[in-house]
């Protein structure tokens, strides 16, 4: 249980990886020190933070647990909120959009990033595709199956959902604990519903042991027929 009156530091909690608690006009924000999974405290503190701060969270205690701050697949509004402010405070568009721009997103950025800024792979990878211009998605698989995905504006095609295909690298994590490191040129049907024009794609991915989840980037191949048009739209 945690302690009262303790600031600032972690305490075992139960029923929660981190927590608001509001007291009239001050609060306190307390993480599980039981929570194996909290590698990244920042962004559970700056989560509770937006519970504090976000006009309409008025609950007097926010029980938050690791699945919802770090998954990003809250059926929530209030934790999907949270998250984002979470996100906005640690990674700025403003700074993110000056990175992104001379930058190709890859899965090395996004881990240099999350490792600058203290955050989660996932609200990395979800920050940098809401503002990059590049043509990048992103999948999220827990227990071999796609829990959810996301993608930049301009990624063409529709992300798949279901079982992880049988013959991606992704499965193999799902059946040794082992991920094969470095890109991979797939064929397009592991990720995507239609493939179009791209018969293959570029995979990248990284595990989450403490979620049983794998984080995959996609990314097109060069194509010289692409034109960078959408470059003018309104998104910059
Ligand atoms: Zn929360």
Same mark, same amino acid.
């Given at each position: #249980?945690?302690?009262?009156?303790?600031?600032?530091?972690?305490?075992?909690?139960?029923?929660?990886?981190?927590?608001?608690?509001? #007291?009239?006009?001050?609060?306190?924000?307390?993480?599980?020190?039981?929570?194996?999974?909290?590698?990244?405290?920042?962004?559970?503190? *700056?989560? +509770?933070?937006?519970?504090? @701060?976000?006009?309409?969270?008025?609950?007097?205690?926010?029980?938050?647990?690791?699945?919802?701050?770090?998954?990003?697949?809250?059926?929530?509004?209030?934790?999907?909120?949270?998250?984002?402010? *979470? *996100?906005?405070?640690? #990674?700025?568009?403003?700074?993110? /959009?000056?990175?992104? /721009?001379?930058?190709?997103?890859?899965?090395?950025?996004? /881990?240099?990033?999350?490792?600058? @800024?203290?955050?989660?792979?996932?609200?990395?990878?979800?920050?940098?595709?809401?503002?990059?211009?590049?043509?990048?998605?992103?999948? @999220?698989?827990?227990?071999?199956?796609?829990?959810?995905?996301?993608?930049?504006?301009s990624f063409p095609y529709e992300l798949r959902t279901g079982r992880v295909d049988e013959s991606s690298p992704v499965?193999?994590?799902? +059946?040794?604990?082992?991920?094969? +490191?470095?890109?991979?040129? !797939?064929?397009?049907?592991?990720?995507?519903?239609?493939?179009?024009?791209?018969?293959?794609?570029?995979?990248?991915?990284?595990? #989450?042991?403490?979620?049983?989840? !794998?984080?995959?980037?996609?990314?097109?191949?060069?194509? +010289?027929?692409?034109?960078?048009?959408?470059?003018?739209?309104?998104?910059?």
């Open positions: #249980m945690y302690q009262e009156g303790y600031t600032g530091a972690s305490e075992p909690i139960e029923n929660a990886d981190a927590l608001l608690l509001r #007291m009239g006009s001050s609060a306190q924000i307390l993480l599980n020190s039981n929570n194996r999974y909290l590698s990244r405290d920042s962004f559970s503190i *700056a989560h +509770e933070l937006g519970h504090y @701060c976000l006009p309409g969270h008025n609950q007097s205690q926010y029980y938050c647990n690791v699945r919802e701050i770090f998954s990003f697949q809250s059926s929530n509004q209030k934790e999907r909120e949270a998250n984002r402010f *979470a *996100a906005e405070l640690l #990674m700025p568009t403003s700074w993110l /959009k000056n990175i992104v /721009k001379t930058s190709d997103v890859s899965l090395s950025l996004i /881990k240099s990033i999350a490792e600058a @800024c203290q955050t989660s792979l996932t609200a990395t990878a979800i920050k940098i595709i809401g503002i990059c211009p590049d043509r990048v998605g992103i999948v @999220c698989s827990e227990d071999g199956i796609i829990k959810w995905t996301a993608k930049a504006k499965v193999d994590f799902f +059946e040794t604990g082992d991920l094969p +490191e470095g890109s991979a040129q !797939v064929p397009s049907f592991f990720w995507i519903s239609s493939p179009g024009t791209h018969e293959f794609i570029n995979e990248e991915s990284v595990s #989450m042991p403490y979620l049983n989840a !794998v984080l995959t980037v996609l990314t097109l191949p060069f194509d +010289e027929d692409d034109d960078d048009e959408w470059l003018d739209g309104d998104s910059w």
